[in-house]
């Protein structure tokens, strides 16, 4: 995989430590849409060079950087982060229920950079990351029963996962409880898309 897979507790980082995790995963998104052509070079590299000096980052005005929402960026049925029903124990189900593998648009990347369970007891014991589908190879993939042993449901992970423009993806969930229905998985992640671009249908 090439990265280092750890999941960190959220009560096991400082607030400083929850604040860089989250500055580092928007540092690898604007470094990535450079290389994607995703806004004004200058405008990302000038907010990079902050970052890297050890300076508070500025606010970019080439790209928006928000929230991912599970209708709009993965072609969800609901803005809610469920899962497909979890049947089978061992087995691997989408965090996006219908959805086994969303498409990034081809002016859309994703940075994911942490993991929450809702769903309690645990139902679930490990989150893959995925490039090229359901069945590609996994780019990051992180141990969730830590969160029982921890009385904790939100993780950081160790190196965000960067999801480039165009690209096929997928995000997975081990069933450990065979419930028959479905888990609340919510990601921690980012989308990078060019500025006031971002059409939000009225439903």
């Given at each position: 995989m090439?990265?280092?897979?750890?999941?960190?507790?959220?009560?096991?980082?400082?607030?400083?430590?929850q604040e860089k995790y989250r500055q580092?995963?928007?540092a690898a998104g604007l470094n990535r849409a450079i290389q994607k052509n995703i806004g004004d070079p200058q405008d990302l590299g000038a907010a990079l060079a902050a970052y890297n000096s050890?300076?508070?980052?500025?606010?970019?005005?080439?790209v928006d950087v928000r929230e991912f929402q599970p209708i709009l960026d993965a072609g969800a049925a609901l803005d809610q982060w469920n899962t497909a029903a979890l049947a089978a124990v061992g087995t691997a189900y989408s965090i996006f229920q219908a959805i086994p593998a969303p498409v990034?648009?081809?002016?859309?990347?994703?940075?994911?950079?942490?993991?929450?369970?809702?769903?309690?007891?645990?139902?679930?014991?490990?989150?893959?990351?995925?490039t090229g589908g359901a069945a590609g190879p996994a780019i990051g993939m992180y141990d969730l029963e830590q969160m029982v042993t921890r009385f904790e449901g939100f993780g950081y992970f160790s190196t965000p996962?960067?999801?480039?423009?165009?690209?096929?993806?997928?995000?997975?969930?081990?069933?450990?409880?065979?419930?028959?229905?479905?888990?609340?998985v919510q990601l921690a992640a980012l989308i990078f898309e060019p500025a006031d671009q971002t059409v939000v249908a009225q439903r």
């Open positions: 090439g990265v280092i897979c750890e999941l960190i507790n959220c009560g096991s980082a400082s607030l400083p430590n580092s995963a928007i050890g300076k508070a980052m500025p606010k970019v005005k080439s990034n648009a081809n002016n859309k990347l994703v940075v994911v950079y942490g993991v929450q369970v809702e769903t309690t007891p645990l139902p679930v014991s490990r989150i893959i990351i995925r996962c960067v999801i480039d423009p165009s690209i096929t993806w997928a995000v997975q969930v081990l069933c450990r409880i065979a419930t028959g229905a479905l888990a609340r």
